[in-house]
């Protein structure tokens, strides 16, 4: 006994019980019950209900402002609550004619998976604490690694998202090229380290480089062509032109399947083998595109992404799955625990008595990681291939059919052909005058405006586009609920606000003189 501890004994009085977070099953089961029918609710209103509202920050927070009571809130106050949260106060990704940024819809048996997974609560940073959610994790990241091509020996994780993806990806290719033991001597041990990527890259390529001590200025940004595509020309000589100077330690190229703006693929196989040669991890950032793979119409635009080091991408973004899942696969599994692994002696665990398996903890930043994977892994099952396949070409062939539309109209002007299902397009006034000094301005500042407009009036929502100076309109379809009609209703929205807002904003200099 340690002395000045009190002896335990039966002067010591036994703690009661405290039930009070502990519900019994059929409490849990009446809540969830209730939760479900709001649910049902939102799915049989949600074509009626506008994609979002024109609200103001301070409008929703008091809104929903409640204060956290001292006793339980009664259940039929508590789920008014959430009724008003849920259709009164939300905006609605899942809603055919939302087609902005690229956010995906959110399966159906997506949302019950989650709910399972909430209960059960397992911790997927250890085997011994998620036997069942590991093995199945390993299963999702297997079938995408032959989805992609990858050999058996792949190895790779489900993320909260497309910037730990990449941010785990490129993590590791550092340490995996720089040619020194960085993990314990870190970046002063050798020369600055440099990756390279096209400048239409999404940026959390830049937020990569800036998390791991390197600067957002280590990212060689390469010129992109007429289809928004890395020159290749341009890749092989700025790594020609660093291995010249010698200053610095070429480590990584960062291939884009799917660029944020306009769906651009990169020429994958032309980069595989530039990495080949100059011993440079490649990796790809398919964070959009990348799933796209499955539609046999499509993939062979990714034809190379099989000889990737590392790919990023986003189960909810173009397989629909409710957020959040990240994937990322690493070609050579050890890679990711090399880069990875420590041993705090809290987790030991002699493996060979237990036989227990792969601890993802030591395979990525996170020790305590939520079930992730099972929203997608039932998803996947309850759909089947063959369904992603058909929805995902469908989606692509709304975006072709969106394009045809845009440039069958006098009042709308097509950035580029699509190349996924991103179709970027921008109003312009039939009577505005061409070649008239202000008019690109002009335009910019009236498509801008007409986004806004869009976004705040509720019957369609579409995100924009930058493209070499010139503000673009952009739909993104990644939503199974989308159709023809939903499309044809967004053009009809954007012409109709549009000449609303230029009848609003147009200088005089540039109104025509039969206006």
Same mark, same amino acid.
């Not at 204060?67 to 905006?91: A, K, Q």
């Not at 004619?97 to 911790?123: E, I, Q």
């Not at 099989?306 to 990322?328: M, N, Q, T």
């Given at each position: 006994?340690? $002395?000045?501890?009190?002896?335990?004994? *039966?002067?010591?009085?036994?703690?009661?019980?405290?039930?009070?977070?502990?519900?019994? *099953?059929?409490?849990?089961?009446?809540?969830?019950?209730?939760?479900?029918?709001?649910?049902?609710?939102?799915?049989?209103?949600?074509?009626?209900?506008?994609?979002?509202?024109?609200?103001?920050?301070?409008?929703?927070?008091?809104?929903?402002?409640?204060?956290? *009571?001292?006793?339980?809130?009664?259940?039929?106050?508590?789920?008014?609550?959430?009724?008003?949260?849920?259709?009164?106060?939300?905006?609605?990704?899942?809603?055919?004619?939302?087609?902005?940024?690229?956010?995906?819809?959110?399966?159906?048996?997506?949302?019950?998976?989650?709910?399972?997974?909430?209960?059960?609560?397992?911790?997927?940073?250890?085997?011994?604490?998620?036997?069942?959610?590991?093995?199945?994790?390993? $299963?999702?990241?297997?079938?995408?690694?032959?989805?992609?091509?990858?050999?058996?020996? @792949?190895?790779?994780?489900?993320?909260?998202?497309?910037?730990?993806?990449?941010?785990?990806?490129?993590?590791?290719?550092?340490?995996?090229?720089?040619?020194?033991?960085?993990?314990?001597?870190?970046?002063? $041990?050798?020369?600055?380290?440099?990756?390279?990527?096209?400048?239409?890259?999404?940026?959390?390529?830049?937020?990569?480089? /800036?998390?791991?001590?390197?600067?957002?200025?280590?990212?060689?940004?390469?010129?992109?062509?007429?289809?928004?595509?890395?020159?290749?020309?341009?890749?092989?000589?700025?790594?020609? $032109?660093?291995?010249?100077?010698?200053?610095?330690?070429?480590?990584?190229?960062?291939?884009? @399947?799917?660029?944020?703006?306009? %769906? !651009?693929?990169?020429?994958?196989?032309?980069?595989?083998?530039? =990495?080949? !040669?100059?011993?440079?991890?490649?990796?790809?950032?398919?964070?959009? %595109?990348?799933p796209a793979v499955l539609a046999p119409d499509l993939k062979p635009q990714?034809?190379?992404?099989?000889?990737?080091?590392?790919?990023?991408?986003?189960?909810?973004?173009?397989?629909?799955?409710?957020?959040?899942? %990240? =994937?990322?696969?690493? #070609?050579?599994?050890?890679?990711?625990?090399?880069?990875?692994?420590?041993?705090?002696?809290?987790?030991?665990?002699?493996?060979?008595?237990?036989?227990?398996?792969? /601890?993802?903890?030591?395979?990525? *930043?996170?020790?305590?990681?939520?079930?992730?994977?099972?929203?997608?892994?039932?998803?996947?099952? @309850?759909?089947?291939?063959?369904?992603? !396949?058909?929805?995902?070409?469908?989606? +692509?062939?709304?975006?072709?059919?969106?394009?045809? #539309?845009?440039?069958?109209?006098?009042?709308?002007?097509? +950035?580029?052909?699509?190349?996924?299902?991103?179709?970027?397009?921008?109003?312009?006034?039939?009577?505005?005058?061409?070649?008239?000094?202000?008019?690109?301005?002009?335009?910019?500042?009236?498509?801008?405006?007409?986004?806004?407009?869009?976004?705040?009036?509720?019957?369609?929502?579409?995100?924009?586009?930058?493209?070499?100076?010139?503000?673009?309109? #952009?739909? =993104?379809?990644?939503?199974?609920?989308?159709?023809?009609?939903?499309?044809?209703?967004?053009?009809?929205?954007? @012409?109709?606000?549009?000449?609303?807002?230029?009848?609003?904003?147009?200088?005089?200099?540039?109104?025509? !003189?039969?206006?």
């Open positions: 006994m340690l $002395q000045g501890m009190p002896a335990e004994g *039966p002067s010591t009085p036994r703690p009661e019980p405290v039930t009070d977070l502990d519900w019994d *099953p059929k409490r849990a089961r009446r809540f969830a019950d209730r939760t479900v029918d709001l649910w049902q609710e939102l799915l049989e209103r949600l074509p009626e209900l506008p994609v979002a509202g024109p609200w103001r920050d301070e409008e929703v927070r008091t809104a929903l402002a409640r204060e956290v *009571p001292d006793g339980p809130m009664g259940e039929d106050e508590l789920f008014e609550h959430l009724r008003e949260m849920t259709l009164d106060w939300s905006m609605y990704p899942g809603h055919p004619r939302f087609m902005a940024y690229v956010s995906g819809t959110g399966t159906v048996p997506g949302g019950p998976a989650d709910l399972l997974a909430a209960g059960l609560n397992m911790n997927l940073g250890g085997w011994r604490l998620s036997p069942s959610g590991t093995e199945i994790e390993l $299963q999702v990241v297997r079938w995408f690694a032959d989805v992609f091509g990858l050999p058996q020996d @792949a190895g790779g994780l489900m993320t909260s998202g497309g910037a730990m993806a990449n941010f785990i990806a490129l993590k590791t290719a550092r340490d995996q090229k720089c040619g020194w033991d960085i993990r314990n001597k870190g970046l002063g $041990q050798g020369p600055p380290l440099v990756l390279y990527a096209s400048d239409e890259v999404h940026v959390v390529t830049d937020r990569a480089a /800036d998390m791991m001590g390197l600067g957002v200025d280590a990212v060689r940004k390469i010129p992109t062509d007429d289809g928004f595509r890395m020159r290749i020309d341009l890749l092989t000589e700025a790594i020609a $032109q660093d291995r010249r100077a010698g200053d610095v330690k070429r480590f990584a190229v960062v291939a884009s @399947a799917g660029t944020v703006a306009t %769906g !651009a693929v990169d020429d994958l196989e032309a980069i595989a083998r530039i =990495c080949t !040669a100059e011993n440079l991890w490649f990796h790809v950032d398919g964070a959009y %595109g990348a990714f034809a190379g992404i099989e000889r990737a080091d590392s790919i990023a991408f986003d189960p909810h973004k173009w397989l629909y799955v409710p957020h959040s899942a %990240g =994937c990322v696969l690493v #070609r050579d599994g050890l890679h990711l625990i090399l880069s990875w692994i420590t041993a705090p002696a809290y987790t030991m665990e002699d493996k060979e008595r237990t036989g227990h398996g792969t /601890d993802f903890g030591s395979m990525g *930043p996170q020790f305590s990681r939520g079930f992730q994977a099972l929203k997608v892994w039932v998803s996947l099952l @309850a759909h089947g291939r063959n369904a992603y !396949a058909r929805r995902i070409s469908h989606d +692509a062939r709304l975006a072709r059919y969106m394009a045809a #539309r845009v440039e069958e109209r006098e009042e709308f002007e097509l +950035a580029l052909p699509v190349t996924l299902s991103i179709c970027c397009f921008r109003y312009v006034p039939p009577a505005l005058p061409e070649g008239t000094d202000g008019r690109e301005a002009y335009l910019n500042e009236l498509n801008e405006r007409i986004m806004t407009e869009i976004q705040l009036d509720g019957r369609a929502f579409c995100s924009n586009a930058v493209l070499k100076g010139r503000f673009f309109l #952009r739909a =993104c379809i990644v939503n199974f609920r989308t159709e023809a009609d939903d499309v044809d209703a967004t053009l009809d929205v954007a @012409a109709e606000l549009g000449a609303k807002v230029d009848q609003e904003l147009r200088p005089p200099d540039l109104r025509s !003189a039969d206006r």
